[in-house]
């Protein structure tokens, strides 16, 4: 019978190990060039990306966390590191400016055409017939989040 121990250490163990997959989907796409073109009223040459911003975000929701704080617990994760990770207050700062400034930033149609390539190219979908129309199955917590 196996037998595992545990010693303190340096070492970061982590359970989301399903981001690599979200980071490996998001690089293949060519969001981060797109959103960083994009003109964020207040936020027109950041330290941190536009590109990194969304990303940290993303990967927040994908872990099923809304609230721009809970970015604190992970800005020294190894998971995070291929982007800088933005501090809660810069996080809900640029997504606010972003959504103010929405006529200049085009963020929106950026990452809706970002999704739908995606799943273009990702995604094996099989629609539903009822009658004269097909239709997508979806499966979406509607649940009210942090905001």
Same mark, same amino acid.
Not at 64 to 90: L, Y
Not at 93 to 119: D, F, K, N, W
């Given at each position: 019978? !196996? =037998?595992? +121990?545990?010693?303190?250490?340096?070492? +970061?163990?982590?359970?989301?190990?399903?981001?690599?997959? &979200?980071? *490996?989907?998001?690089?293949?796409?060519?969001?981060?060039?797109?959103?960083?073109?994009?003109?964020?009223?207040?936020? %027109?040459?950041?330290? +941190?990306?536009?590109?990194? &911003?969304?990303?940290?975000? &993303?990967?927040?929701?994908? #872990?099923?966390?809304?609230?721009?704080?809970? +970015? %604190?617990?992970?800005?020294?994760?190894?998971?995070?590191?291929?982007?800088?990770? !933005?501090?809660?207050?810069?996080?809900?700062?640029?997504?606010?400016? *972003?959504?103010?400034? %929405?006529?200049?930033?085009?963020?929106?149609?950026?990452? #809706?055409?970002?999704s739908v390539a995606l799943l273009q190219?990702?995604?094996?979908? =099989?629609? &539903?017939?009822?009658?004269?129309?097909?239709y997508i199955p979806l499966d979406i917590?509607?649940?009210?989040?942090?905001?």
């Amino acid at each position: 019978m !196996p =037998h595992w +121990i545990w010693e303190e250490g340096d070492d +970061i163990l982590t359970s989301h190990g399903g981001l690599g997959v &979200v980071g *490996a989907l998001l690089a293949a796409l060519p969001l981060g060039d797109r959103l960083n073109a994009s003109v964020v009223p207040g936020a %027109e040459h950041p330290d +941190i990306s536009h590109r990194d &911003v969304v990303a940290a975000y &993303v990967g927040l929701l994908a #872990q099923g966390q809304s609230d721009d704080d809970h +970015i %604190e617990a992970f800005r020294d994760d190894p998971f995070f590191q291929p982007f800088s990770t !933005p501090s809660s207050p810069t996080l809900r700062q640029r997504l606010q400016q *972003a959504a103010a400034g %929405e006529s200049q930033a085009h963020c929106t149609p950026t990452i #809706q055409a970002s999704s739908v390539a995606l799943l273009q190219q990702h995604a094996d979908l =099989h629609p &539903v017939t009822m009658g004269a129309h097909a239709y997508i199955p979806l499966d979406i917590d509607v649940s009210p989040g942090g905001y």
